[in-house]
């Protein structure tokens, strides 16, 4: 009976600590992209890279100029490298093509570039739970069909 009080408070700590680990490790993240850009000599306001929760897969159908539409699927990962898998729909040879490397912010830290990427593309603006390919030159697309080009972030 005289070890029931010692017994609890070893209980409490326990449960304190773990509870102390594991928010730690959950804020990290933000911290990390930070000192990232530090680094990198980009922005350290906030911005996509800093504020967002980012990583993950993307996917959409963007217009095509002679197919049905172009399968779209984008994984960004922490650790700055991508995979990248274009499906041409409609085409009778069905031509799918991956893509694997490294990318890299922009200047904004609200862009990023998928390096070694040539005839697939290659800029995105990254935003809240979805990101927008862009044109070759890094713009957002315009006109009617400028809502298409959007890839929404899978669950």
């Not at 274009?86 to 893509?99: I, M, S």
Request: glycine content about 8%; proline content about 4%.
């Amino acid at each position: 009976m005289k070890y029931l009080p010692s017994f609890y408070f070893i209980l409490l700590v326990i449960g304190f600590s773990s509870c102390s680990a594991k928010n730690s490790s959950e804020t990290n993240k933000p911290e990390e992209n930070i000192s990232s850009a530090m680094e990198e000599g980009l922005p350290i306001q906030d911005n996509s890279m800093t504020s967002l929760d980012w990583d993950g897969t993307y996917s959409g159908i963007v217009p095509c100029a002679d197919c049905s539409g172009i399968e779209t699927t984008l994984t960004l990962n922490l650790d700055r490298t991508f995979t990248i898998i274009t499906n041409y729909l409609g085409r009778n040879d069905a031509l799918e093509e991956t893509f694997n490397g490294n990318f890299r912010w922009d200047e904004s830290g609200s862009k990023v570039i998928l390096e070694g990427v040539q005839f697939a593309p290659n800029q995105f603006k990254v935003g809240e739970n979805k990101i927008w390919q862009l044109d070759r030159s890094g713009n957002m697309i315009t006109g009617d069909l400028a809502d298409h080009y959007i890839l929404f972030k899978k669950p």
